[in-house]
């Protein structure tokens, strides 16, 4: 195909077509594609069609499992959504950040609990000061969510992240200890919890999709390798929700952190406890990617989740 003849190609393709392609490969769905971009779910089955004729391919299969993509779509996803990142940061460059005539959508990266944290002081900040600015938080695994902030499809991750390339900036804000919580009644735990009973417990290990906790559990198989221990582990889960319910039908011990645990220890039949070993507290940081640091919309929102969160005994300017 000639320059003159992709230059045509390009006059005659409506863009939009490209932003439902993106949410439909990441979604597989086209009813969660159409939430995301705020369509309904018939405008995007027609924008499917429509890119069905523009790619000369099926694109998307419906199955059981979701709208699973052709070898094609595969193929030019990644070009799509680099496009799309390249797009979204010309629209930016240069553009000043008024907050309260800003009509600006951030993603943010966070867990199901830093959401539960974080999300409802922040929500009523950006009300306040920005009341056109939306957030839209995602959870992908660290890998994936890696690859979609260095495209700029996600602004700021808030959690605990370990492992990260050079060109991401990172900020910290506060500093998180690990508890252990077990059911009230717990037939061989009385009071605190001795190092014995912690070693021969069984683990319910909490693993959330959003950041990563490797640190912290390499530090409990180092104690557990020390003692000559081998770690039971009964169960793992990726979400907070019903956890507690879980620990109180089970003899399952969870070492979780101590904002969770807070927050869940308030029920009659679950209690959290310090644990028996000494375990350097985890760094909760906010990230971002280079491209952002000096995007005048972003530094506004950094500065607030700082001013919001941050431990002011370590804390540093964003």
């Given amino acids: 195909m000639t320059n003159r003849s992709i230059s ?10 490209l932003l439902v392609f993106d949410a439909l490969f990441r979604s597989r769905s086209t009813t969660r594609a159409a939430d995301e971009l705020h369509l309904t779910q018939p405008a995007v089955s027609n924008a499917l069609k429509r890119l069905r004729t523009l790619f000369d391919d099926e694109l998307f299969v419906s199955t059981r499992e979701g ?15 680099e496009g799309l990142g390249s797009f979204r940061l010309a629209l930016q460059a240069h553009r000043p950040f008024e907050p309260a005539a800003a ?33 839209v938080t995602v959870d992908p695994p660290l890998y994936d969510a890696q690859q979609m902030m260095t495209r700029g499809e996600i602004d700021l991750a808030i959690g605990m992240f370990s492992g990260l390339d050079s060109e991401f900036h990172q900020q910290r804000l506060f500093e998180e200890n690990y508890v252990a919580l077990f059911r009230s009644d717990h037939p061989f735990i009385e009071g605190s919890l001795t190092a014995a009973q912690f070693l021969d417990a069984d683990h319910l290990i909490y693993t959330p999709t959003a950041g990563s906790h490797a640190k912290f559990e390499g530090a409990l198989e180092a104690i557990f390798k020390q003692h000559g221990k081998t770690r039971s582990v009964a169960m793992q889960v990726a979400h907070s929700v019903s956890l507690d319910r879980i620990v109180a039908a089970s003899n399952m011990v969870a070492c979780i952190p101590s904002r969770l645990a807070h927050t869940l220890s308030g029920q009659e039949d679950v209690r959290s406890c310090p644990l028996p070993f000494d375990i ?3 760094d909760i940081v906010q990230l971002w990617h280079a491209q952002f640091h000096r995007d005048d919309g972003h530094r506004w929102l950094r500065t607030l989740v700082y001013e919001l969160f941050h431990d002011e005994r370590r804390g540093i300017s964003p």
């Fill in 103 to 135: 009509t600006r959508t951030f993603h943010l990266y966070v867990s199901d609990l830093a959401q539960a944290i974080f999300l409802p002081p922040l929500a009523e900040k950006v009300h306040r000061a920005a009341p056109g600015v939306r957030i």
């Fill in 8 to 17: 045509t190609s390009l006059r005659n393709t409506d863009l939009n077509l």
């Fill in 280 to 282: 350097q507290p985890m």
């Fill in 67 to 81: 709208m699973l993509p052709t070898t094609r779509a595969t193929e030019i996803a990644t070009l799509v959504s």
